[in-house]
């Protein structure tokens, strides 16, 4: 079975700092696609950012980036410069060949002011 | 453009009874996929929904049944409530032309099995 693996149930840091949330996967697909979804409190669930397993260029969107390491099946997200706004539940989502959004169990964040 | 809504938001129902929620999709998209998040997991997907037949389905049993309108709108039906049914359930809209299958959801409904 293919699965997604997020080892960290909760993370706090102060805002302004930087913070990394890492996501395991497991698949035998050559060709898929990686995502970060945001869930704020009470609202729906967001694309963060996403990632082509056939692209070496690791993606970026504004402070938001990954560091997608292929061989080692890992995907973490780096957060910069966090802000309040980013307090949410962040999970790693993968599409693997012809299967459906496979979701990790997520990472609650939270950003202290 | 018209985001993905869906109804109610909240509800309660008991053991036994059936429920039926109901998604919009983002206008433009052909595609619906319906996922159930119990209380602190991920997203489980139920199934997908394309040109009003379904297109893919996940380990849950026939009680959960779903229909796409013409119009791409969508039911999710389960029959037989059982108090693990408890969850967020939630709607995401999509368009199979999208090579990425980026999905945009709804704020989902929250139902309550007592």
């Known amino acids: 079975a293919q699965t997604v693996t997020q080892s960290q149930p909760e993370m706090s840091v102060q805002e302004a700092e930087t913070v990394t949330l890492s996501c395991t996967y497991d698949t035998s697909e050559n060709n898929y696609y990686l995502f970060w979804y945001k869930q704020p409190p009470s609202r729906q669930m967001i694309l963060v950012i996403r990632q082509e397993a056939y692209k070496q260029q690791n993606a970026t969107e504004n402070r938001f980036s990954v560091n997608f390491q292929k061989a080692a099946k890992s995907f973490s997200l780096k957060i910069s410069d966090s802000q309040l706004g980013d307090t949410a539940m962040y999970f790693c989502a993968s599409l693997f060949g012809n299967e459906k959004l496979t979701f990790g169990t997520g990472t609650r964040l939270t950003i202290i002011p | 453009e018209t985001g993905v809504t869906q109804s109610p938001t909240h509800l309660i129902k008991t053991r036994g009874q059936q429920v039926t929620l109901r998604c919009s999709s983002q206008?433009?998209?052909?595609?619906v996929s319906w996922y159930q998040q119990a209380l602190g997991q991920g997203p489980q997907f139920i199934f997908q929904y394309y040109r009003e037949e379904e297109n893919g389905r996940g380990n849950f049993p026939p009680r959960f049944s779903g229909l796409q309108f013409p119009n791409y709108s969508s039911e999710l039906n389960v029959n037989a409530l059982e108090l693990d049914d408890s969850a967020l359930y939630l709607c995401?809209?999509?368009?199979?032309?999208?090579?990425?299958?980026?999905?945009?959801f709804g704020e989902g409904s929250r139902l309550t099995v007592l």
């Open positions: 206008s433009g998209h052909n595609t």
């Open positions: 995401a809209s999509s368009s199979l032309q999208d090579p990425y299958g980026e999905l945009f």
